[in-house]
């Protein structure tokens, strides 16, 4: 008698894998209709498929301008894969199970917990409440703001319009703006570069997106608590540091270059130091002349591109918690400790393998990308470098390549923000062979280092 089949299932990384390439795909069907066009001429698919893409990995990177090219239904399209994109698309299913009162099976609980990088199902669906009530509420407050604020320059309709897709943008930290659309002063975020609302606002939604909702909610409760969790304190104390760190080496940098923060006065030169600290951890949105950056400039926001936001959050990269504990290794080792201590809590050897297992796959992915690119673009490597970086951390900043790529370099590029938005170890995970526990050790082995 034969053996019954074994039935195939699905892990929660590939239904994860397979739920973004749906989404992408419906959105490049969307984008590549004549009714998604200003002019009614209807976008390559190739190009639909790579603005999908980029939009729904949260990266903002763009073959053609979104404000000008697509019409109101396209850029409709585009905001909503932002959305979806940006809070996953187990999150909108959960709201959409939550609208009609439908139990939350395991199944879906353990997809939940691949999707919010959460060690246990512990909580997850109430974890997944909140981040759709805090996720509304700040969009909201900030599309208030937005649209208070363009009111003035562009009128209440497009202020209001303007309000509402940017607050969904920054917050998302996707980087899609509509100001090519605009003519006149207003036609780029650079003119505001030394406007304190705009770029707080901005900067606010850009770091509430990027912290994760794990810390958000860490932080609502902090008065009832009275503590913070060790992952939220990590997170806060890495993020501080970044944007610190990274707004004095802009300021320092950029002070005498007047294409860029240089013929700011002093209130503009760090506001505009800040946001584009600020920015590069995974948002893509730039107050100045990316372009006109000096090279050491454009080579430490490469740096701050591939770190990136952190677990649990709109935003790519290899996460802030993994870059620290690379550091907390490095001062380990070179202190002679064994453990890594952060907060009076030491890491475990897992953590410690996982953070260098990510950071070595992000790495090989970048600097493969980057090399392929280099035999078939006609661009430095620095600015390749830069866009890569760009596309892995879901960033969206440019140098301007992007609209030059060849067809081979815009499938690679879609390809890097895709495993940039669902994370290395995710991608190998769904794509790998099935993890099986080892039945046995080999005897330890010692070799040489350094």
């Known amino acids: 008698m034969n053996a019954p089949a074994k039935k195939f299932e699905l892990t929660p990384p590939q239904i994860l894998v397979i739920g973004f390439a749906a989404i992408i795909l419906t959105g490049a069907v969307l984008l590549s209709l004549p009714i998604a066009s200003a002019s009614g001429t209807p976008l390559r698919f190739l190009d639909a498929l790579f603005t999908a893409t980029s939009a729904t990995c949260v990266t903002g990177l763009v073959v053609v301008d979104t404000g000008t090219f697509f019409s109101k239904f396209g850029q409709v399209v585009i905001i909503l894969l932002i959305q979806v994109g940006g809070l996953g698309f187990m999150t909108m299913s959960t709201l959409f199970a939550f609208m009609l009162k439908k139990r939350i099976s395991l199944k879906e609980r353990l997809i939940l917990q691949e999707a919010m990088n959460q060690g246990s199902m512990e909580g997850i669906v109430r ?103 060790l992952h939220s304190k990590v997170v806060l104390s890495a993020t501080g540091i970044l944007i610190l760190v990274g707004a004095i080496v802009i300021f320092v940098f950029e002070f005498s270059n007047t294409k860029t923060v240089g013929s700011l006065n002093w209130y503009g030169k760090l506001l505009a130091s800040f946001t584009q600290s600020v920015s590069p951890r995974t948002a893509g949105v730039n107050t100045v002349d990316l372009a006109s950056l000096r090279q050491a400039t454009q080579f430490f926001i490469i740096i701050l591109m591939f770190i990136g936001a952190s677990p649990g959050s709109t935003g790519g990269g290899i996460k802030t918690t993994t870059f620290s504990v690379l550091i ?60 890569v970086t760009s596309a892995f951390g879901t960033v969206g900043l440019s140098l301007g390549l992007t609209p030059d790529l060849s067809d081979f370099g815009r499938v690679l590029i879609a390809l890097t923000m895709f495993a940039g938005r669902l994370g290395p170890l995710t991608l190998a995970y769904a794509l790998g062979p099935k993890v099986e526990k080892e039945l046995y050790r080999y005897p330890e082995g010692k070799i040489t280092i350094g």
């Open 328 to 387: 907390g290794a490095m001062i380990a080792m070179i202190r002679g400790k064994e453990d890594i201590v952060f907060f009076h809590y030491r890491f475990g050897k897992d953590r410690i393998l996982k953070a260098i297992t990510l950071t070595m796959i992000a790495l090989f992915l970048v600097i493969t990308v980057t090399m392929l690119l280099s035999t078939t673009e006609d661009h430095s490597f620095l600015v390749i470098l830069f866009e």
């Open 127 to 229: 974890l997944i409440r909140k981040v759709i009530r805090y996720s509304l509420t700040i969009e909201f407050i900030a599309a208030v703001v937005f649209s208070i604020r363009w009111s003035i320059d562009l009128g209440p309709a497009k202020g209001i319009y303007f309000g509402i897709f940017h607050a969904i943008s920054f917050f998302n930290n996707a980087g899609f703006d509509l100001f090519g659309s605009v003519t006149g002063p207003f036609s780029s975020l650079t003119y505001y570069a030394d406007d304190f609302i705009v770029n707080f606002v901005a900067m606010a939604l850009i770091v509430l997106g990027g912290i994760g909702f794990v810390v958000i909610s860490d932080l609502l409760e902090f008065k009832r608590n009275k503590r913070l969790s």
